[in-house]
């Protein structure tokens, strides 16, 4: 395997103005992927918090670069085969979660 590009990368754990607790993983300065917040009651917000009640090992994480956000998603989860394809399934035949708004917050400066 040949190394292409390497990140010194740091994940932290930040808390937002709302309170929530966060995993934040940056790769450098001004750019980062931040937690989806369960809490946020948003097409992804709720999304997200019914994913985790049945596979708390999943996590999503949204892209930002220079305080924007770039529409990219990082998501995954270390799941066995069986608990994938329930995984799998359950996202298949839920539709609650489309009525909800994809709404985006102002970014936070993020405090050292």
């Known amino acids: 395997m040949e190394v292409l590009k390497e990140w010194d990368v740091k994940v932290k ?19 980062f992927y931040i937690e989806q917040n369960p809490l946020k009651d948003s097409k992804y917000g709720v999304a997200y918090r019914k994913i985790k009640e049945n596979f708390p090992e999943f996590y999503m994480f949204w892209e930002i670069k220079n305080n924007h956000y770039t529409g990219k998603l990082l998501a995954g989860a270390f799941l066995e085969k069986r608990e ?22 102002e970014l936070e400066e993020i405090k050292a």
């Open 13 to 31: 754990l930040v808390r937002t103005k709302r309170g929530a607790i966060l995993h934040m993983i940056e790769l450098e300065p001004g750019h």
């Open 84 to 105: 994938i394809d329930d995984f799998v399934t359950q996202l298949a035949k839920s539709e609650d979660y489309k009525k909800f708004e994809d709404v985006r917050e």
